[in-house]
């Protein structure tokens, strides 16, 4: 054993940093972080439920009680709109203007669209007219030519029957056997071809970058509303009463109460305020 290490004078020693990882950068587009914000309400707003479920207003203090429970439902709710608009905020600080200029860019290619569209909509018009006279004299020959196919076929089926009539009744059959021999023979006849017109089932321009074709939809417009049935309106009666509110509120706030087909009335609803 070699003791001579034991008197070696200490030399330098290599001392190793601890440093500390670096924090994990969050992602921005990740909404979980923002999420656990808001999660800290959720509890609250269980027990809001609960006692509010429970309550029963009979008197003066149950009274006091659930006003002093719908104000703080309602700034709590306050609150929580604050801070979603604040946390919102820097976001739509990036997606505004981003969804704005967007915006611009595709409303000037869809005018574009608009201009070329206007331009090739008149000629593939008249390319359709003229697809539509060929595909007419196209049927027409068709039908020609099947009825001319149809009447050999025909001749040829009553050559074919009469053949074997005749030979039935030369062979001493009776009319009832000959007329039934004349009919299998008709029925053996090769029938006539079907004719298929040859045409194009539409108005279509092929290039790399795409297609563009002219395209038949049915489109309406409304002459009456006060001839349309009442179907129309039973399905849509939501959406008709939002339309028609805000020239209704109008005229309800104008002093106007009578007012065809509506009945204005007073009616009462809960008005909450909540101190600053």
């Known amino acids: 054993m070699d003791f001579s290490v034991l008197n070696r004078e200490p030399g330098p020693r290599t001392l190793v940093e601890q440093i500390p990882p670096p924090p994990m950068k969050r992602?921005?587009?990740?909404?979980?972080?923002?999420?656990?914000?808001?999660?800290?309400?959720?509890?609250?707003i269980d027990?809001?439920?609960?006692?509010?479920m429970a309550l029963q207003v009979v008197d003066d203090d149950s009274n006091h009680l659930a006003v002093e429970m719908t104000t703080q439902a309602k700034k709590l709710d306050q609150i929580i709109?604050?801070?979603?608009?604040?946390?919102?905020?820097?976001?739509?600080?990036?997606?505004?203007p981003l969804d704005g200029f967007k915006k611009k860019l595709s409303d000037r290619l869809q005018q574009t669209q608009r201009i070329i569209n206007g331009k090739?909509?008149?000629?593939?018009?008249?390319?359709?007219?003229?697809?539509?006279?060929?595909?007419?004299?196209?049927?027409?020959?068709?039908?020609?030519?099947?009825?001319?196919?149809?009447?050999?076929?025909?001749?040829?089926?009553?050559?074919?029957a009469e053949e074997a009539r005749q030979k039935a009744l030369a062979e001493k059959k009776t009319e009832a056997e000959a007329?039934?021999?004349?009919?299998?023979?008709?029925?053996?006849?090769?029938?006539?071809?079907?004719?298929?017109?040859?045409?194009?089932?539409?108005?279509?321009?092929?290039?790399?970058?795409?297609?563009a074709k002219l395209k038949t939809e049915w489109a309406w417009q409304i002459k009456n509303f006060k001839e349309l049935p009442n179907e129309a309106y039973q399905n849509r009666c939501d959406e008709?009463?939002?339309?028609?509110?805000?020239?209704?509120?109008?005229?309800?706030?104008?002093?106007?109460?009578?007012?065809?087909?509506?009945?204005?009335?007073?009616?009462?609803?809960i008005d909450t305020r909540t101190r600053r």
Do not use: C
């Open 120 to 160: 090739i909509q008149p000629y593939l018009q008249k390319k359709e007219q003229e697809r539509r006279e060929a595909e007419r004299k196209a049927q027409e020959a068709a039908r020609k030519e099947q009825t001319r196919l149809d009447a050999i076929a025909k001749a040829e089926a009553d050559r074919l």
């Open 47 to 52: 027990s809001m439920d609960t006692q509010a």
């Open 179 to 211: 007329e039934a021999e004349a009919q299998v023979a008709a029925a053996m006849a090769e029938p006539a071809p079907v004719v298929v017109a040859e045409m194009e089932t539409e108005t279509k321009t092929v290039t790399d970058a795409g297609t």
């Open 81 to 96: 709109g604050k801070k979603h608009k604040a946390l919102k905020a820097p976001y739509l600080a990036v997606t505004q």
């Open 240 to 269: 008709v009463t939002k339309a028609l509110a805000p020239w209704i509120n109008y005229q309800v706030k104008a002093g106007i109460h009578n007012i065809s087909g509506v009945k204005v009335f007073q009616t009462t609803k």
């Open 27 to 44: 992602d921005p587009l990740d909404p979980a972080p923002l999420l656990l914000l808001f999660d800290q309400y959720v509890a609250e």
